[in-house]
């Protein structure tokens, strides 16, 4: 891990805030605390916050309810105010590519280069081959001040901004490293919004956000049972129905699997015609939507490719007196990019 001062993981989605604390104990890493909040419907919508009362209460709430001391905090973005690209440009020095990175990575963007915050990442850079592989992020600086003012105004400090899909490469890099040039495919599925990162390599090689999550599919159950969104939200994991319920719950479903499988299938045929000389290995999935009953084996057995649900707790040691074993072990996933900005530091530079 990197050095620098503990933060706050502080998973700001559409449906809910969720908190992660860890600290270091004999050089282990411990899981100090976490929590969710749940937000009431069309508090942020599309990344933009709508309701920033209920929001602050709501980071309030957990952070008060779990007695966390620490207020700097590591937060992250997606969905349309972020463009994330991964750019091969001709080999120039750090300070060339300093001056030149706006220009370059205004041909890329929807928005006018005033209405963006950038920052970038270089890969590699092969002078004798004149290529500099470079990953940029953009994010637009109206959203960044409606999160910093939300989050300051609930007491805290922001000290990191990430990407969601970055914040899952953390957590999922932090359990499991990557063999050789093993390529992986990163699913998160909130409730609105899901992102896809290929990692190939331990590298960051394609990412996308897709407008489609678990609440879609409560939403449909919902309205073809007649059930209230909790007990739509119930079945979609698994509980139990009558036999009419049953039938309907699992074409909604078995819809909705195939629609998350089918996005998936289109990352890859992007990610294979590009990357020609090399295949995805595996495909590990996180977010709330992630616990959708046989979900992972479902894609699985679409796609041929082994498929599993991400864990971000393994490898840490609990503190069983501060932390709810049951909501970590029923809701593991649905903490993975909170988990992935927890281990971010102070100093770390990114």
Same mark, same amino acid.
């Given at each position: 891990m990197a050095k620098g001062g503990n933060l706050i993981g502080l998973d700001i989605g559409s449906s809910s805030v969720k908190l992660v604390e860890l600290k270091e104990r004999k050089g282990h890493l411990v899981l100090h605390q976490l929590g969710v909040a749940q937000l009431a419907p069309e508090t942020i919508v599309e990344g933009a916050i709508i309701d920033s009362y209920d929001l602050i209460n709501a980071i309030k709430h957990l952070i008060s309810s779990h007695h966390v001391k620490n207020r700097k905090v590591a937060i992250s973005v997606s969905g349309t105010p @972020? $463009? @994330?690209k991964r750019l091969t440009l001709a080999y120039m020095t750090d300070k060339e590519l300093a001056e030149t990175i706006?220009?370059? @990575? &205004?041909?890329? =963007?929807?928005?006018? =280069?005033? &209405? @963006? +915050? $950038?920052?970038y990442h270089v890969i590699r850079g092969d002078e004798k081959r004149n290529q500099l592989e470079v990953l940029i992020g953009a994010v637009k600086k109206e959203t960044l &001040?409606?999160?910093l003012s939300v989050v300051t105004e609930a007491g805290l400090k922001i000290r990191v901004v990430d990407v969601d899909a970055f914040a899952v490469e953390n957590a999922y890099l932090f359990t499991r490293e990557p063999a050789g040039s093993e390529t992986v495919i990163l699913v998160n599925i909130g409730a609105s919004l899901m992102n896809l990162n290929i990692v190939s390599s331990g590298e960051t090689t394609f990412t996308r956000d897709i407008a489609l999550g678990g609440d879609n599919f409560t939403k449909e159950i919902q309205k073809?049972?007649? #059930?209230t969104f909790e007990e739509a939200e119930r079945l979609k994991t698994g509980g139990e129905l009558d036999a009419a319920q049953e $039938?309907? #719950?699992? +074409?909604? =479903?078995? #819809?909705a699997k195939g629609s998350l499988s089918n996005e998936i299938l289109k990352s890859i045929n992007f990610y294979n015609s590009t990357f020609e000389d090399k295949e995805v290995n595996r495909i590990s999935l996180s977010g709330g939507t992630a616990l959708m009953d046989d979900l992972a084996q479902y894609i699985q057995d679409s796609l041929n490719i082994p498929t599993s649900v991400l864990n971000p707790f393994e490898g840490v040691d609990i503190n069983e007196k501060t932390v709810d074993k049951g909501l970590m072990e029923s809701s593991a996933p649905m903490f993975a990019v909170a988990f992935g900005l927890a281990l971010r530091r102070e100093k770390e530079e990114k």
């Open positions: @972020v $463009i @994330v706006d220009w370059e @990575v &205004e041909r890329y =963007l929807p928005f006018d =280069l005033s &209405e @963006v +915050n $950038i920052d &001040e409606e999160y073809q049972i007649g #059930a $039938i309907i #719950a699992k +074409n909604v =479903l078995d #819809a």
